[in-house]
């Protein structure tokens, strides 16, 4: 994707330069090319960093069991958020969580078109708060939901067999650098 | 593939646009200036390719600057307190501060010089003197924090400091001003003859850096400005350039302007330190401060030092030579093959450069013209190597370029001159804005100097920039240096005074950059390792608060049971692990700086709570996108109060499951 951008812009430059010097009046367009190539740039997630103890999303992507949803993230183009200092706890379902949901319901996320929908499903997946499982704990005692990134609400539950969160049992808990990830075998779909 | 495919397109852009505009030329005066901001741009994410470390003279500080661009990155804190990074004000590095004249929270740095390895920097550590109370640091260049600050007993205005030997054997440090010795209430007007001028040799651990006063020479009571050792063939001398050889104690700008010739001083410190090693010295009483840092308690420690080795010069004969140099000479500067010596006469007209093996075979053959205190003077003519010959007015300072090529600043004509080395010929001159002081070639003080550009610094801008009132910014101005004629590239403010600096290739200190420190290895007295050890314990009136800090909040962030009279100590850690994410904590009403801890770090201020009430404290550093929430607040109780000390955390115990 990435690769691809960078020649377009390259091309609109030539395109650009091309016209600019046949005639004196496309002085503009030659600042909006410069412009577009400066501010060509990778996000925080293309930082290295082999130091620091492990962020979110490096721990998703080392990860087998979270191949799914690594693509996903990379389809709808979040990786950004997930190595962002935050607070974040995220609850990370399994390949097999993917698998649950209605045939073809993957394939058609992971289309171009269906980005921003994407995008607000895995945010339903974050909160913007640091939740270790004493603080879930704490959460579902005190009655308090866990607000997420999608700006929906969910319910924490302190069961005889452990935490749930929108009814789905937290099965391991990881530390990461930037928070915490609970991993769970269902998706956290929004409702509307 | 993919690059080679990336390289095509790209040539191919490039001869696109050549040849799209080729026919029009460009006549135009912005084509020159353009260049030269090309020269110096260096793209959002992109690295600068020098590193500058530019003294911030009396602020007291070092700054550093990435080159070509001129980009401020940090002002790492020295000799004077920093309320940014709480240096001098967290209980950790107070002692960094202490002197035999007490805590003294400035100083004036001036001259910062990088350590080398065979001659060449080799980017571990910078060194720089404190002009006002002698002192030299040390900046480790992994943390670019100050992890050392020895004390220079004996001397007063450590002005001809903090320049380093071919292996980082020696840094050393020459007072400017001489004072009696031993100090004594005596008549100002004997000065002459009474007074001495010690130049310190302070010997560098290979293994760790340590410093340690190897040993102090007595010379006669004049003025020692500035100094530099030898290199290559000259290895294991040391150069120090004298004024006020009249040995005037008032008015010394009429005063000590009165001989023809003060000397250039040259130290053998290989045979006194052989001297040295075989028992020879004094070893006199002496009170001075010697402050290290720890890199694992996160603390400093202070010791005060009892003795230093004397060393007279009589007792070493052949060791020292002074060669006459017209007028006062500032700079004393040693051309990258260790041949020449540069002084530079700051009322002379022209500069006067001495050669090493001419030197050598003047004191074979006791080419002498008298001596000074015992001290022989080598005649002028036996040792002068050359003259620059009406180069400008007022040179202070000459480095190099590895070409061939010497650059002088000169003060009172502004400008930087250009000439050759050997044959002595101006070869090219470009004015400063105004009245530049010292230069800077990255290793031009080596045997391998990076000579791409030159970097002069200003004393006196006045109108080049956006005024604002009386006080106006200082400033650095950039010149390429790669072809015949220089070419300013670029002019910038610095944080003053910029006095003097030192560069070096960012790839050899990059990559050594520490990103965090390891909790694990954290072994400060008072670090608190998880949320579930952070406590409260009181002693007597001394309460001692064992904190932790994570995104996004304090534990504990609720303390009662403290008291009116007490004394607080927040010793606080932070248990992140991740790179770039310090927090800050401040406390209403603490007579410190807040306090900026990096990922693994522990730091701790103390606070006075003087009111009865309920005051929050927060962070300071903007941490996490819950940073506003990241607070805590603490009960005052009046004194005797039974209010008993608790610690919560979302009103549980900090340990509760």
């Known amino acids: 994707m990435k690769k691809n951008n960078l020649i377009f812009s390259l091309l609109t430059v030539v395109a650009i330069f091309i016209t600019s010097c046949s005639g004196g009046e496309k002085k503009q367009e030659v600042t909006g090319a410069h412009t577009e190539v400066v501010s060509e740039g990778l996000g925080q997630s293309a930082v290295e960093d082999n130091v620091s103890a492990a962020n979110a999303l490096q721990v998703a992507k080392s990860l087998d069991d979270f191949k799914t949803l690594v693509v996903a993230i990379e389809a709808a183009g979040v990786e950004d958020a997930l190595v962002n200092v935050g607070p974040l706890t995220v609850f990370a379902p399994v ?98 | 593939m993919k690059t080679i495919f990336k390289s095509l397109l790209a040539i191919t852009v490039v001869s696109l646009v050549l040849s799209s505009c080729g026919n029009e030329g460009s006549s135009k005066k912005g084509a020159l200036s353009s260049s030269a901001a090309e020269k110096v ?70 001259h910062p010089d990088i350590s080398q390895t065979n001659g060449e920097l080799d980017g571990r550590y910078v060194f720089i003197n404190g002009n006002n109370t002698p002192r030299i640091a040390k900046i480790d260049l992994t943390t670019f924090e100050t992890t050392e600050i020895i004390e220079v007993p004996n001397s007063a205005g450590n002005h001809s400091s903090s320049f380093v030997t071919e292996n980082t054997e020696y840094v050393v440090a020459g007072t400017r001003f001489s ?26 651990n290979p293994e760790d850096g340590r410093m340690d006063i190897k040993f102090q020479l007595m010379m006669p009571g004049f003025n020692y400005d500035l100094s530099h050792p030898g290199r290559g063939d000259s290895h294991g001398w040391f150069f120090f350039s004298t004024y006020n050889t009249e040995e005037a104690n008032s008015l010394l700008e009429v005063n000590a302007s009165q001989n023809d010739k003060d000397f250039i001083a040259a130290i053998n410190w ?3 330190e052989e001297y040295v090693n075989n028992g020879g010295g004094t070893k006199a009483p002496a009170n001075y401060a010697h402050n290290v840092y720890d890199e694992h308690t996160h603390t400093a420690t202070s010791t005060m030092k009892k003795e230093v080795l004397i060393v007279n010069p009589s007792e070493v004969p052949g060791a020292i030579y002074f060669m006459p140099t017209p007028k006062s000479p500032h700079g004393c500067d040693v051309d990258p093959s260790g041949e020449y010596i540069v002084g530079s006469g700051k009322l002379a007209a022209e500069l006067t450069i001495h050669s090493f093996s001419k030197m050598i075979k003047a004191i074979e053959e006791e080419k002498f013209d008298g001596e000074a205190y015992g001290i022989p003077i080598l005649q002028y003519e036996a040792t002068l190597a050359g003259a620059v010959k009406q180069p400008g007015l007022g040179p202070l300072h000459t480095e190099f370029d ?74 650095a101005q950039l010149y390429d240096i790669t072809g015949e004629k220089m070419e300013l590239l670029l002019d910038f403010p610095v944080i003053g005074e910029p006095h003097y600096a030192a560069g070096i290739p960012a790839d050899l200190i990059k990559v050594n950059s520490k990103k965090i420190f390891r909790l694990e290895e954290n072994k400060h007295e008072y670090v608190t390792k998880t949320e579930a050890e952070a406590k409260v314990v009181r002693n007597g009136n001394q309460v001692h608060i064992y904190m932790t800090m994570i995104r996004s909040h304090f534990a ?70 819950l940073h506003q929430e990241m607070q805590g607040y603490v009960r005052v109780s009046p004194k005797g109060s039974n209010v008993p000390i608790t610690f919560t955390l979302d009103g549980d115990a900090v340990d509760a499951e």
């Open chain 2, 270 to 272: 290989k045979k006194i």
């Open chain 2, 179 to 204: 004072i009696p010795y031993p100090q004594k209430d005596m008549p100002i007007n004997e000065y002459k003859g009474n007074f001495k001028g010690a130049l310190t040799f302070i010997s560098v």
């Open chain 2, 402 to 475: 590895g070409q061939g090529n010497a650059y002088t600043t000169f003060f009172i004509s502004s400008e930087v001159v250009k000439w050759k080395l050997g044959t002595w010929e101006v070869i090219d001159r470009k004015p400063t804005y105004y009245s530049v002081g010292h230069l800077m070639i990255p290793g031009g003080n080596s045997r391998k100097p990076f000579g791409k550009y030159v970097l002069a610094m200003n004393k006196i801008t006045k109108d080049r920039y956006l005024p604002t009132g009386p006080e106006v910014t200082q400033s």
């Open chain 2, 556 to 625: 504990p962030d609720n303390i009662e049971g403290i008291q009116v009279g007490d004394e607080v100590f927040f010793h606080v850690t932070n248990l992140e692990q991740d790179y770039d994410v310090p927090h800050g904590i401040a406390m209403i009403g603490a007579q410190t700086s807040e306090l900026l801890i990096m990922p693994g770090q522990t730091e701790t201020f103390k606070w006075f709570p003087k009111q009865v009430g309920v005051w929050p404290f927060y962070c300071t550093d903007f941490c996490s996108a």
């Open chain 1, 95 to 192: 390949n097999s969580a993917f698998d649950k949901l209605p045939e073809g319901t993957v394939a058609t996320l992971l289309l171009p078109e269906s980005k921003a929908q994407l995008a607000f499903i895995l945010t339903n997946h974050v909160a913007p708060a640091n939740y270790p499982i004493k603080q879930l704990k704490k959460e579902a005692k005190k009655g308090r939901k866990l607000y997420m990134a999608s700006g929906k609400y969910l319910v924490v539950e302190n069961k005889e067999d452990g935490i749930y969160v929108d009814g789905t049992k937290i099965l391991k808990t990881v530390k990461v650098s930037n928070g915490w990830i609970h991993v769970i075998d269902n998706v956290l779909v929004p409702v509307e």
């Open chain 2, 41 to 110: 741009y260096v793209a959002p994410g992109e690295h600068d390719e020098f590193y500058a470390f530019v003294s911030g003279g009396f602020s007291g500080q070092l700054a550093v600057y990435g080159l070509p661009s001129g980009r401020l990155f940090k002002v790492i804190p020295v000799f004077s307190v920093d309320a940014e990074k709480a240096y001098g004000f967290n209980e950790e590095t107070k002692p960094m501060l202490n002197t035999s004249h007490g805590f003294i929270p400035w100083d004036d740095s001036h």
